[in-house]
C-alpha cells in the first residue's frame, strides 16, 4: 500500500505565493511520472503541471511562467511552487504519482487527499 500526503495550501492574496508538498510513503521501490491536478468548483479536474523521473517538465497553459514544478526523490516527495497567484487558481488541488513497488509491478494512479488553495482580496 502507498499513502500520499498533501500540504501546503490556504488562502492568499491575488500576487501571492505558495508552495505544496506531495510526500509518498509505502511498498515503494522508484516513482516515475508525478503531476498537479486542480478541480475548481462547478468545473472538471484538470491537468496542471507534470514532471518525469528524468527530469521533464510540462504546463498547462493558464499557469506558464507562474508555477514550478519539481521533485526530491530520495523523500518521494514532489512540490508545486506557485506565484503570482490569481482568483481563478482557486481550487482543490491534487498530486498523482506514479510508482513501481518492490515487487516489480507499477501502478499508474495514486492520488493525494487534496489541499484547498484559495486566491481572494
Known amino acids: 500500500q502507498v499513502q500520499l500526503v498533501e500540504s501546503g495550501g490556504g488562502l492568499v492574496q491575488p500576487g501571492g505565493s505558495l508552495r505544496l508538498s506531495c510526500a509518498a510513503s509505502g511498498d515503494i521501490s522508484s516513482i516515475n511520472n508525478m503531476a498537479w491536478y486542480r478541480q475548481a468548483p462547478g468545473k472538471m479536474r484538470e491537468v496542471v503541471a507534470g514532471i518525469r523521473s528524468g527530469g521533464e517538465t510540462n504546463y498547462a497553459d493558464s499557469v506558464k511562467g507562474r508555477f514550478t514544478i519539481s521533485r526530491e526523490h530520495a523523500k518521494n516527495t514532489v512540490f508545486l511552487q506557485m506565484n503570482s497567484l490569481k482568483p481563478e487558481d482557486t481550487a482543490v488541488y491534487y498530486c498523482?504519482?506514479?510508482?513501481?513497488?518492490?515487487?516489480?509491478?507499477?501502478?499508474?494512479?495514486?492520488w493525494g487527499q487534496g489541499t484547498q488553495v484559495t486566491v481572494s482580496s
Open positions: 498523482n504519482l506514479d510508482i513501481t513497488h518492490r515487487d516489480g509491478t507499477r501502478y499508474f494512479d495514486y
